[in-house]
């Protein structure tokens, strides 16, 4: 069994590689276009002072991207599949307070976000996606080296 672990584990990272750095890369890459609403997004979730909820909702599409790009090229791989992890398990929190508070918020996660009709979220969805996505941070961190990467 470990053998075959051995085995499949290099494209085992690849293949979590792209997907969470892909998933990175897209999700800032679709907010730059608004930072604005990124901001409103941030602000939305009602648990930072406007102040760092605006900053924050300005600098996380550019901090999505730069893991996102390092992941896909294979740079940095196992800090910066800790860092997605954490970013991840950011998301997670956020979006589970917003949910056991009755926000009606959409996530930005893709851009979008703000006010929602209660009926169109998607809480549990989310939260189950950004799991996955944590665990293959996770699972970059401990197995960094793989296929098609720069950190060989």
Excluded: H
Excluded at 47 to 64: D, K, R, S, T
Excluded at 69 to 88: D, E, P, R, Y
Excluded at 112 to 120: C, F, L, M, N, R
Aim: glycine content about 12%; hydrophobic content about 50%; proline content about 3%.
């Amino acid at each position: 069994m470990l053998n075959k672990f051995r085995t499949y584990q290099p494209w085992l990272t690849l293949l979590s590689r792209l997907i969470l750095g892909g998933v990175l890369f897209a999700a800032g890459a679709l907010k730059i276009g608004n930072l604005q609403k990124s901001a409103m997004a941030v602000r939305a979730y009602e648990m930072l002072p406007v102040e760092l909820a605006n900053f924050l909702g300005y600098a996380l599409p550019w901090i999505e991207i730069g893991i996102g790009l390092l992941l896909i090229v294979g740079a940095s791989v196992k800090i910066c599949g800790l860092l997605g992890a954490f970013t991840m398990l950011a998301f997670i929190i956020a979006i589970a307070q917003a949910w056991a508070r009755g926000l009606s918020i959409d996530c930005g996660c893709f851009g979008g976000g703000g006010t929602i009709d209660p009926e169109e979220t998607k809480y549990l969805s989310e939260i189950i996606r950004d799991i996955g996505l944590l665990a293959m941070g996770v699972f970059l961190y401990y197995f960094p080296k793989g296929k098609l990467s720069l950190d060989r």
